[in-house]
């Protein structure tokens, strides 16, 4: 079972589309347990863009803004419930603890964390850590899993997206 994909990505819309495609790797797989998403990434690599993808994959058809004031914004789909963070302006990890992240963090969740980093210390260990890097045209995006239900997920995107080895790459 793959750990670790990595692909190129030659555009937004390549961005978005694997958002699409990890969003619903992410619904086949299933979210009884929670997952955690975390995403790298200097400013403008595409974090939000890719966050964007996995809510349209699970229904959203609206905006998607990155809440870095906010520091999170929920949707819900029926029973599944998705939570975006971006802790780009968190003060202190320990202001996760005062706004109940372990609450967002539950079974049945997709939490999709930007600047996980911020939050080190409160945060759990993600499920699956997402690197976007900017290349000189194009990103690079590279997923590798923490869990079984980090490597499961990579593992239904591998199918997903088509034979990949697990380290190959596409120019999305």
Known sequence: MPTELQFTLVDEEATLGAGEALGRACLAVGLQR???????GQLGAGKTTLCR?????????????SPTY???EPYE???????????????????????????YLAPG????????????GVLPRADIDVELGVLDSGRQLCLEANSSSGS??????????????PRGKSGM
Do not use: N
């Open 152 to 165: 499961k997920v990579i593992a239904a995107l591998a199918h997903l997206l088509g034979p990949q080895s």
């Open 109 to 120: 969740s997709l939490s999709l964390v930007e600047w996980p980093e911020r939050g080190e």
């Open 34 to 40: 929670g997952l955690a998403i975390f995403l790298r």
């Open 53 to 65: 993808g996995v809510l349209r994959a699970c229904g959203h058809a609206g905006a998607v803004k």
């Open 77 to 103: 789909f029926g029973a599944l419930r998705v939570f975006h963070f971006d802790l780009y302006r968190l003060g202190d990890a320990e202001e996760l603890e005062f706004m109940g992240v372990r609450d």
């Open 70 to 72: 906010t520091l999170v």
